[in-house]
């Protein structure tokens, strides 16, 4: 692709529409994979709703940002007498139905609201494979279409994986190459 796309959604279509055919095949190819990050980016910072945004996220990612939650805030009374494990595959539910959730989302609401507002970033135009089924999606500043060879770009990865019925998923938000793993800590960096 040698332009990048417009941001008009009609100039977008008229763009899309008269690429070459594999450059159409390969772009909305990776609009399948870049779509569940622009829902979770709506849901988190214009609705600032996790509930929401928590079925885009791949159960492995739920389970180790469960429990790295869970080991921050161990010493807690609110922990006191709850068997962990229980807490981390209830929250690994599309929809949780816990009684520790909504203090989950508050915090996690909170921590968001420290990062960039991505509604108003734009998502890259390709995507970076890291193995089968796992591929990264960028998050570029507001005026930026282009990453320029040689450059340094300040821009949010995230790290999505396949699921044969779920479709594309986030497993990964806060690194650009770590696959995470369960544990106490997890491994999310």
């Keep these: 692709m040698e332009t990048p796309p417009p941001d008009d959604p009609g100039e977008f279509t008229e763009w899309l529409l008269n690429l070459p055919e594999h450059d159409f095949e390969q ?11 622009s829902v979770f980016v709506e849901c988190i910072w214009g609705q600032h709703d996790l509930t929401a945004a928590w079925r885009l996220v791949d159960p492995l990612l739920r389970a180790c940002w469960t429990q790295h939650w869970l080991y921050a805030n161990r010493a807690e009374p609110a922990c006191e007498g709850l068997v962990l494990h229980d807490i981390v595959e209830a929250f690994g539910a599309d929809v949780v139905n816990h009684e520790l959730w909504e203090d989950f989302e508050r915090v996690q609401l909170g921590a968001f609201a420290q990062w960039d ?14 193995g089968p089924g796992i591929e990264v999606v960028c998050r570029f500043p507001p005026g930026v279409k282009v990453f320029a060879a040689g450059s ?15 479709g594309w998923r986030i497993l990964n938000l806060f ?8 544990g106490w800590p997890p491994r999310l960096y």
């Design 175 to 182: 690194s650009d190459s770590v696959i995470p793993e369960p």
């Design 117 to 130: 507002d991505l509604t108003t970033w734009g998502t890259g135009t390709a995507t970076r494979l890291l």
């Design 27 to 37: 772009t909305v190819s990776q609009m399948t994979v870049a779509e569940p990050v």
């Design 152 to 166: 340094h770009q300040w821009v949010y990865n995230f790290i999505m994986r396949h699921d044969e019925s779920a």
